[in-house]
Each structure stands twice: as C-alpha cells, then as structure tokens.
C-alpha cells in the first residue's frame, strides 16, 4: 500500500511550472525509486488539452515522503517567478507561495502527518517503525 501526493499550482494557466517541477522531480534517480511519478489532468473541457494540472507522486513507503518536500525547495530557489502550490494528501492540503524554511517545515508537518497510516501497520501507537 502506498501513499498519493499531489502537487497543484493554482496559477499555472499553461502548465509551466507544473512541467517545470515534473522534470526537476524525474531528475532525481533516489525519488524516481521511491516514487511513481506521473502528470495529468483534471480538466474535462477539451479547450485545456493538454494543459497540465497536477503532479501525482505514489510513494511506497511513508518514511520517504520528507524528501519531496526538499526536492521543492531546490527547484522553487531556481524559480525567476513566484506561484504558490498546493500539496494534498487525501483529504489534507497545504499550500505554500515559496520555498522558504517556513513553508518547507509546512510540508513535512503535512507529510509527516501520513506516514503512519501510510505504513499499513496496523501500530498506530507512533512508533514509527512502519514494520510489523
């Protein structure tokens, strides 16, 4: 059982950034092991096709997820505009405008907050082993 991450960018009308941050993400051999990493998108109107919405990451392992959230920082600091993106994990989101150490601590809060459920352990004591 894995865990879905996506990553959304909320002002990205022409799906740069998104593709951006998907080839920065792929360049990355250790992530590329630890996750599926796939583009697609939500938009039903055939006006938008093509356009990029989202980057969906499925981790295998919980205990990984910190990463991705480093991995955006180092692109967002070679970034020449500003967007905020919105990272959701199930029914949780955050959403950060840059890769400050604020908002990379607000993405590893959220990250964080899966990993248990994202081990299938049946443990949820916070042990954080994930093995059972």
Same mark, same amino acid.
């Given at each position: 059982?894995? *865990?879905? *991450?996506?990553?959304?960018?909320? #002002?990205?009308?022409?799906?740069? #950034? =998104?593709?951006?941050?998907?080839?920065?993400?792929? !360049?990355? $051999?250790?992530?590329?092991? !630890? #996750?599926?990493?796939?583009?697609?998108?939500?938009?039903?109107? +055939?006006?938008?096709?093509?356009? /990029?919405?989202?980057?969906?990451?499925?981790?295998?392992?919980?205990?990984?997820?910190? %990463?991705?959230? /480093?991995?955006?920082?180092?692109?967002?600091? %070679?970034?020449?505009?500003?967007?905020?993106?919105?990272?959701?994990?199930?029914?949780?989101? *955050? =959403? *950060?405008?840059? %890769?400050?150490?604020?908002?990379?601590?607000?993405?590893?809060?959220? /990250? $964080?907050?899966?990993?248990?459920?994202?081990? %299938? +352990?049946?443990?949820?004591?916070? +042990?954080?082993?994930?093995?059972?």
């Amino acid at each position: 059982m894995g *865990v879905r *991450v996506q990553v959304h960018f909320a #002002a990205d009308e022409d799906g740069t #950034a =998104t593709a951006d941050l998907y080839r920065w993400l792929r !360049q990355d $051999r250790t992530l590329r092991r !630890q #996750a599926d990493i796939r583009l697609h998108s939500d938009r039903p109107d +055939s006006a938008y096709m093509g356009a /990029l919405d989202t980057i969906e990451l499925l981790f295998q392992h919980g205990a990984v997820l910190t %990463g991705l959230a /480093l991995n955006y920082a180092t692109w967002w600091q %070679g970034r020449a505009r500003e967007e905020s993106v919105t990272i959701r994990v199930g029914e949780a989101s *955050v =959403t *950060v405008p840059d %890769g400050s150490e604020e908002s990379v601590r607000r993405i590893v809060e959220l /990250l $964080r907050s899966v990993q248990e459920p994202a081990a %299938g +352990s049946p443990d949820t004591s916070g +042990s954080g082993s994930g093995e059972t």
